[in-house]
Nanobody, 125 residues
Framework: QVQLVESGGGLVQAGDSLRLSCAAS????????MGWFRQVPGKEREFVAH????????YYLDSVKGRFTISRDNAKNTVFLQMNSLKPEDTAVYYC??????????????????WGQGTQVTVSS
């Protein structure tokens, strides 16, 4: 089993920054791809960013490119999402997820095998 625990969310103003962390336990973290998704009430979970096992390949939602950066520290079993220039439309619950099979598209939630409990990010205007 894998446990994922997110942290770092909060209430900020537009233009501020936040750094989300996702700590993993229970498996060989360094061999798996990781993703960040977000969800607002009444909407489907939305892809935000993806990073491969080594950290040398990343993908982003178009609306966050240039503002968000996904990274990982395999020695600490942790993946990060640095969010700069936050906008009110970034308000959501943010989830990290682990892909242990590399068998599907990184953009779809169904590809991922394990999920964290989520952390709330609220950006005020």
């Amino acid at each position: 089993q894998v446990q994922l625990v997110e942290s770092g969310g909060g209430l900020v103003q537009a233009g501020d920054s936040l750094r989300l962390s996702c700590a993993a336990s229970g498996r060989t973290f360094s061999t798996y791809a990781m993703g960040w998704f977000r969800q607002v009430p009444g909407k489907e979970r939305e892809f935000v960013a993806h990073i491969n096992w080594s950290g040398n390949s990343t993908y982003y939602l178009d609306s966050v490119k240039g503002r968000f950066t996904i990274s990982r520290d395999n020695a600490k079993n942790t993946v990060f999402l640095q969010m700069n220039s936050l906008k009110p439309e970034d308000t959501a619950v943010y989830y990290c997820a682990l892909d242990q099979s590399y068998s599907g598209s990184p953009y779809y939630p169904a590809t991922y095998d394990y999920w964290g409990q989520g952390t709330q990010v609220t950006v005020s205007s």
